[in-house]
């Protein structure tokens, strides 16, 4: 099973950038580069939901409406590692965000259902002031 760890979330001024990191343990490597990795993110008072997701090998990605445009997906299979660079952030998108595993190795789509991920991050604090 697959142990993730985000890190870069924190307090930026409207407009600014953030870049997220997901980081897989070195025990995993084979289920991460398998597997469709996601952004999720959940506001306070609110549900959690899908932000983006890239599949195993980098050739697809998904974006949610709301941050097409101003986020970027991507992974480092030799690192364990995917990134999210947030650009043009706006107030709105503050949240915890998680990074999560799709456990159906090799698929060549990507899923924006939060019950189809079963390995989660302890989640990033991202803060966006107006």
């Known amino acids: 099973q697959v142990e993730l760890v985000e890190s870069g979330g924190g307090l930026v001024q409207a407009g600014g950038s953030l870049l997220l990191s997901c980081e897989a343990s070195?025990?995993?490597?084979?289920?991460?580069?398998?597997?469709?990795m996601g952004w999720f993110r959940q506001g306070p008072g609110k549900e959690r939901e899908f932000v983006t997701a890239?599949?195993?090998?980098?050739?697809?990605?998904n974006y949610a409406d709301s941050v097409k445009g101003r986020f970027t997906i991507s992974r480092d299979r030799a690192k364990n590692r995917v990134d999210l660079h947030m650009n043009n952030l706006k107030p709105e998108d503050t949240a915890t965000y998680y990074c999560?595993?799709?456990?159906?190795?090799?698929?060549?789509?990507?899923?924006?259902?939060?019950?189809?991920?079963?390995?989660w991050g302890q989640g990033t604090q991202v803060t966006v002031s107006s």
């Open positions: 999560a595993a799709d456990p159906r190795l090799l698929r060549p789509d990507v899923s924006s259902r939060v019950d189809d991920y079963d390995t």
């Open positions: 070195a025990a995993a490597t084979r289920s991460f580069s398998g597997a469709a």
């Open positions: 890239i599949n195993w090998s980098g050739g697809s990605t």
